[in-house]
């Protein structure tokens, strides 16, 4: 479940741009989970279905903790296979429902045809928001806030004519997403949003944001107008 890892070197180099060191723990069996209290931030990408039933038994392990942190203020970023693991159950192709962390109050649904293809929202909170979309599957956030309304693509949902679905999950520190990219390169201001909630958990803030500005400044400008360019012409299968 290493998919969309771009997201992790996105967010630890914004940070430690800043003035802000960053240790990257990778969790693939139960042990090796830090404690609690040194968790500043969760992130679980993204695979194939034969990846995500090999990762089951290892986030079932690390369920009790990791729904633990939201309480906390930790803030998630779940990707893909890793969204739908982190929810409450995933309902397989062949009818036999497994059942996921809980951290997220969602349910997966696999099957349907397949949505590969550019990607746009509009996000009340980011504006444009932009990546691609791959996949095989229906989440159920109920009435849940989500990262965004869909421009281009499917979203959480089978497509009603007339009606633009939503995509994602985001209420408080919970970011869920099938949005890859990955999301982050994309849409920097993503990656500040989820930093400054880690950065709050311990009431810290960047030693040097100044000395990052000129470069992020240069590296968010190429991103915006990668979404304009996007936004503007969307391409699928």
Request: negative net charge; charged residues 20%; hydrophobic residues 40%.
């Amino acid at each position: 479940m290493n998919g969309e890892s771009g997201n992790v070197e996105i967010l630890r180099l914004r940070s430690e741009w800043r003035g802000l060191p960053v240790e990257v723990v990778a969790v693939d069996e139960p042990d090796a989970l830090p404690s609690i209290d040194g968790i500043d931030l969760v992130f679980v990408g993204s695979g194939p279905v034969s990846a995500q039933l090999v990762s089951r038994s290892v986030v079932e392990a690390l369920a009790s903790p990791l729904r633990e942190l939201p309480s906390s203020g930790v803030p998630f970023l779940a990707v893909g296979a890793g969204f739908q693991l982190l929810g409450e159950s995933i309902t397989l192709e062949t009818g036999e429902t497994v059942s996921g962390a809980g951290v997220f109050p969602v349910t997966t649904r696999h099957g349907g045809d397949r949505v590969v293809g550019d990607f746009v929202l509009s996000s009340p909170r980011l504006g444009t928001v932009v990546g691609f979309e791959n996949r095989g599957s229906f989440v159920d956030v109920g009435s849940h806030a989500t990262l965004g309304t869909v421009v281009y693509g499917r979203g959480n949902t089978a497509a009603v004519e007339g009606v633009r679905g939503e995509e994602g999950f985001w209420e408080g520190t919970l970011l869920g997403t099938h949005m890859h990219g990955p999301i982050l390169a994309n849409n920097p201001e993503l990656a500040d949003v989820l930093l400054e909630q880690a950065l709050a958990v311990r009431g810290q803030s960047y030693p040097d944001a100044a000395a990052a500005e000129e470069r992020l400044a240069e590296i968010d400008e190429r991103a915006r107008q990668a979404r304009d360019t996007i936004a503007a012409r969307p391409l699928s299968e």
